[in-house]
């Protein structure tokens, strides 16, 4: 819906965030964003999407639910690997830098307000948070999860496209919903809680060059014994440790002290140990 001060989100948007560049604004149809009578869409930075360039499936339109459009901003032409995302109610009047949102070393920064359980019962949009908790629920397991804060939001196309190919009958129906629905998808909450659940393998090459303290190229006892035990949030007692390297000298044949990254990496029953250990950690930061 436009609702008059699409200008003026516009222009508060690129005066106080400068690495915004482009601004796209969806809408159902170009006139619609011709009503914006001051919103210059002769200015190469500004760009009307429409539903129809947005839709896969054109038998879902038109469509006046805003979880159905979201679930689509991924696909718009041109749009950046990383793009910031906004409501149609926002006007930005303070500054914003790239820190607020992911820090120097790659963090997400997730601004979350009040218990799922807390807010206000029934209706299709509190229906819908339910339903993603259910949703993140199959697949991260019981948690006490949060809605989002009503706030822009970082986000990566790639993530998204992954995000849709987790839950792909779940987008679907919330893409085919002509109002909203308590069975939609809630886009923010269900990608910021993918980006902080979803957890991966650490590989053995990585274990090895990060407790390998003096690059050396090799895991002397002393230093298992003092790196391992820290390399999960929870310590490793000192039999755990000293049964890994038990398996160690077993695979070397002696009662080595220092065990070359060739040794270790080669010795299926030790990094198989060390998977099981270490266990895994979050995907994303």
Same mark, same amino acid.
């Given at each position: #819906?436009?609702?008059?001060?699409?200008?003026?989100?516009?222009?508060?948007?690129?005066?106080?965030?400068?690495?915004?560049?482009?601004?796209?604004?969806?809408?159902?149809?170009?006139?619609?964003? $011709?009503?914006?009578?001051?919103?210059? /869409?002769?200015?190469?930075?500004? =760009?009307?999407?429409?539903?129809?360039?947005?839709?896969?499936?054109?038998?879902?339109?038109?469509?006046?639910?805003?979880?159905?459009?979201?679930?689509?901003?991924?696909?718009?032409?041109?749009?950046?690997?990383?793009?910031?995302?906004?409501?149609?109610?926002?006007?930005?009047?303070?500054?914003?830098?790239?820190?607020?949102?992911?820090?120097?070393?790659?963090?997400?920064?997730?601004? #979350?307000?009040?218990?799922? %359980?807390?807010?206000?019962? %029934? %209706?299709?949009?509190?229906?819908?948070?339910?339903?993603?908790?259910?949703?993140?629920?199959?697949?991260? %397991?019981?948690?006490?999860?949060?809605?989002?804060?009503?706030?822009?939001?970082? #986000?990566?196309?790639?993530?998204?496209?992954?995000?849709?190919?987790?839950?792909?009958?779940?987008?679907?129906?919330?893409?085919?919903?002509?109002?909203?629905?308590? =069975?939609?998808?809630?886009?923010?909450?269900?990608?910021?809680?993918?980006?902080?659940?979803?957890?991966?393998?650490?590989?053995?090459?990585?274990?090895?060059?990060?407790?390998?303290?003096?690059?050396?190229?090799?895991?002397?006892?002393?230093?298992?014994?003092?790196? $391992?035990?820290?390399?999960?949030?929870?310590?490793?007692?000192?039999?755990?440790?000293?049964?890994?390297?038990? =398996? /160690?000298?077993?695979?070397?044949?002696?009662?080595?002290?220092?065990?070359?990254?060739?040794?270790?990496?080669?010795?299926?029953?030790?990094?198989?140990? $060390?998977?099981?250990?270490?266990?895994?950690?979050?995907?994303?930061?």
């Amino acid at each position: #819906m436009v609702r008059g001060h699409d200008t003026y989100r516009a222009r508060s948007a690129t005066c106080v965030w400068p690495p915004l560049d482009r601004w796209k604004k969806v809408a159902q149809c170009k006139n619609q964003a $011709l009503t914006a009578k001051k919103l210059d /869409l002769n200015n190469p930075r500004i =760009t009307v999407v429409t539903h129809e360039e947005i839709f896969p499936d054109k038998s879902h339109l038109p469509t006046f639910s805003s979880p159905a459009i979201e679930s689509h901003v991924h696909r718009i032409e041109g749009l950046s690997e990383r793009f910031l995302y906004l409501n149609d109610d926002f006007l930005i009047t303070q500054p914003v830098w790239p820190e607020d949102f992911v820090s120097s070393s790659g963090e997400y920064t997730i601004y #979350m307000d009040w218990p799922i %359980g807390g807010g206000p019962p %029934g %209706g299709p949009f509190y229906g819908s948070l339910q339903s993603t908790d259910r949703m993140l629920e199959q697949r991260y %397991g019981a948690a006490k999860r949060r809605y989002m804060a009503h706030v822009p939001m970082l #986000m990566e196309r790639r993530l998204l496209r992954e995000l849709h190919q987790l839950f792909p009958d779940e987008f679907a129906t919330t893409s085919a919903g002509r109002v909203r629905q308590p =069975t939609d998808i809630q886009f923010q909450m269900a990608y910021s809680y993918f980006i902080t659940s979803e957890r991966r393998a650490v590989p053995a090459e990585q274990l090895f060059e990060e407790l390998d303290i003096d690059r050396s190229g090799y895991w002397s006892v002393d230093e298992i014994r003092t790196t $391992l035990p820290w390399a999960r949030p929870l310590p490793l007692p000192p039999d755990v440790v000293d049964s890994f390297i038990s =398996t /160690l000298r077993d695979c070397s044949g002696k009662n080595s002290s220092v065990f070359s990254r060739e040794l270790v990496l080669g010795c299926a029953p030790a990094t198989h140990q $060390l998977r099981q250990l270490v266990g895994t950690r979050p995907r994303f930061r």
